[in-house]
């Protein structure tokens, strides 16, 4: 795993990872190439994403062993500093998106 060089665990800004390989994949139903946005844009308020990673599957469950995805959609930033409110910054470094299930999102519940 090679984490972001920029990884703030105080602000959990920049919390994103490159996992390398020690073997190359075949590409097909189980595995596909992402879509990247154009470097320097932000994905718009209401796009429909897709998230992996190993998240907890329930409020302070067990870290799985196998990784997870989960549907999302993205909350514009200003919406997201408006939900968090003054306690917390939301910066470039992060991406708020939300689950159509409450508690469901990136880090801690609802991945499947």
Known sequence: MIP???YDSST???DIAI???ATPITL??????????ASGSD?????????TGWGRTSTNGP???NMQTVALTINGR???QSTWGSGVTITTGMICAGGSQAGQGICNVSMR
Not at 28 to 37: E, M
């Open 43 to 51: 994905p718009a308020n209401g796009d429909a994403v897709t998230a």
């Open 63 to 65: 870290i799985p062993d």
């Open 78 to 80: 200003t919406q997201c």
């Open 28 to 37: 097909g139903q189980n595995a596909s190439p992402v879509t990247l946005p």
């Open 4 to 6: 972001h060089p920029n």
């Open 12 to 14: 959990i800004n920049n």
């Open 19 to 21: 996992v390398q390989l």
